[in-house]
C-alpha cells in the first residue's frame, strides 16, 4: 500500500512499522517527508496542498485530519500517543512548529485560519488547544499548554500542571506574542506585538497588550 502512495502523491514516506494509514484524497505534496515509527496513526487530506513539511510521529493512535487547506514549510512532531490534529478549510500554515510532548491532546485549527512562519504550538498531556474560525498569527507567536519541564515541590508534587488554552474566532495576534497554558480569549479580539498572556481570560472584542498582559480597551474588532 505505501508503495503505490509513494508513486500516486510523488512524496518522501518512510515508515518504519505496519498499521499506520494514509488516505489523501484529491491533495498534492512536494518534498514532504513521513517519519512514522508509531502504529495504529491515521493521516487523512481533503483537497490539502503540502509543500516542504515534514510529520515525525514516534507515538502509536494518533490523528491528523486536514481538509482543503495549504501547509507550507511546517513540522508536526507527535511523541505521545492518542493526539489528534485538526485543520479545518482553506488553512494556511507556512512555517508553524506543532508539538504533542504527551497523551490525549487535541489540536484544532478552525477554518480560514492563518498561521506565519516562526509560530509554535505545543501540548503536554492531556490539553485541547483550540483556535476559531478566521484568526490571523503573525509571525513568532508561540502558544503553549505546557512548560515542557515538570517543576515539583520537596515531596515530588508536580506544581506547573498543563492546561487548555482557547483562542476564539476573528482573533488577531501580532508577531512575538505568547499565549500560555490556561488562557482564554474572546472572539474579535486583538493581542498587541510581544504580549504575553500568562493563563488569563479576556473577553470578546478586548484589545490585549503587554507583559503580563491585560485588556487595555473593550468593544473594538479589527479588519484586514
Known sequence: MFHKIIRYFRYMLTPRNDGN?????K????????DVSGTKNKFCSKQAIFINSKFDYAGNNNLAIFNNSKIKNTAIMCDGDNNQLIVGN???LNGVIIW??????KIIVGDNTVISQGCE???GNNNELIIGNS??????CHIFCTDGHKILSKDGKRL?????????????IFHGSYVLKGSKIGDNSVVGSKSSICGSNHKA???IVGTPAETIKEDITWEE
Open 21 to 25: 494509514f494514509f488516505e489523501y484524497h
Open 27 to 34: 491533495s498534492n505534496y512536494k518534498k514532504c517527508k513521513y
Open 90 to 92: 482553506n488553512c494556511v
Open 100 to 105: 504533542f510532548g504527551g497523551c490525549n491532546n
Open 121 to 123: 504550538l505545543t501540548c
Open 135 to 140: 484568526c490571523l498569527f503573525a509571525k513568532n
Open 160 to 172: 506547573n500542571e498543563d492546561k487548555n488554552i482557547s483562542i476564539g474566532n476573528h482573533v488577531l
Open 205 to 207: 472584542n478586548s484589545l
